[in-house]
């Protein structure tokens, strides 16, 4: 049989471009598409209308620990209540936590970090392209259980050809077996009745079973061209699968998509009395843990932290999206330093 499932490992990983797509999430403002209108001013003299900064380069009043936080909104769009979001930002405050060694969040329902989860178009990109992998990986485990089906039975289709070119070459030493019966018979001419008897029926016998495996040899050929007629059509699946995915690529170009963003309003009474308002706002992540990932890092930048080229660091200006079998990152130690540094008397 033709090997025609070479191109199936490659179509089947075509996919594995698409998770690009989520790998380009930075929260470097300055290079991301965004949407609505920010008061860009940076002291106000009142409480009622502060002016909000973002601070992608961390919180003009760094290190107020503890910082108490609470969830101030969740959109419906989301499908996550108050108390899973919660939940979220409780476990990214405890990553800073525990390796920090030292209090730095509180969740109070007066806290004065308000953080709101806003569904807008870039959650509902994300997940569309989810539902999309979901439905390309289920057709292309199809292809696999297609493939390795077809396989099979051409495994057991080659040990049948086996099996018949071993009982043809038995069948093929019986008949030569007998013609030299049946030469040696008629050299003696008149030979005993009986004897010709029998050689006419093994001849008879042998003929049968000839037309038994010339039947036989049909069915394995016939069955032969079935299999790469099926394997055409596989392939030509594959071809298509690959194409598909060239298709979503070009539907669903990568691009730099804001996930979550820290802001904050410093002002000022009384000539130097200060507060400060802050919030994170959260656009778009891909499951639970994906969702404290992008936490932490805004949490980060309430600390005060900057974004950093850490190696694998929670702050990195461009932190690539956790997939969801990546899990719940962990601070390195480098974000540690970053915050040592930035408040000592941590």
């Known amino acids: 049989m033709k090997k025609r499932f070479a191109p199936m490992a490659a179509a089947l990983s075509v996919f594995a471009f698409l998770a690009w797509i989520f790998s380009v999430v930075q929260n470097d403002r ?32 760094p290190c107020a620990v503890p910082l108490a936080w609470r969830i101030a909104r969740v959109d419906p769009g989301f499908g996550l209540s108050v108390a899973e979001a919660s939940a979220a930002f409780d476990q990214a405050a405890t990553l800073w936590e525990e390796a920090v060694g030292a209090d730095l969040f509180s969740n109070e329902a007066d806290g004065e970090l308000s953080v709101r989860l806003v569904f807008d178009e870039r959650q509902e990109r994300t997940r569309q392209i989810s539902r999309i992998e979901v439905e390309y990986n289920e057709a292309g485990a199809a292809l696999l259980g297609r493939q390795a089906g077809l396989n099979e039975m051409s495994r057991q289709n080659a040990e049948r050809r086996r099996q018949y070119q071993a009982d043809l070459g038995e069948l093929e030493r019986r008949v030569t077996s007998l013609n030299d019966s049946i030469r040696e018979w008629n050299a003696q001419g008149d030979g005993p009745p009986a004897l010709g008897a029998r050689l006419g029926t093994s001849g008879t016998l042998l003929d049968v079973e000839r037309d038994e495996l010339t039947i036989r040899r049909r069915e394995i050929d016939a069955r032969q061209q079935q299999l790469e007629d099926e394997a055409e059509r596989l392939e030509r699946d594959v071809e298509a699968h690959r194409s598909e995915a060239e298709a979503l690529l070009a539907a669903f170009p990568a691009r730099r998509v804001e996930s979550g963003l820290y802001r904050e309003a410093v002002h000022v009474r009384v ?76």
């Open 30 to 61: 300055s290079t991301l598409e965004l949407t609505g209108s920010l008061r860009m001013s940076g002291l106000s003299t009142t409480d009622e209308t502060p002016g909000f900064r973002d601070r992608t380069a961390g919180s003009a009043i």
């Open 271 to 346: 000539g130097s009395e200060i507060s400060v308002t802050r919030e994170i706002r959260i656009f778009r992540f891909d499951g639970l843990a994906n969702l404290v990932r992008v936490a932490a890092h805004e949490l980060g930048h309430a600390l005060g932290l900057a974004h950093n080229e850490v190696s694998g660091g929670i702050m990195r200006v461009e932190f690539a999206q956790a997939t969801r079998s990546e899990g719940v990152p962990t601070i390195q130690p480098g974000d540690v330093e970053a915050l040592r540094m930035l408040c000592p008397e941590l």
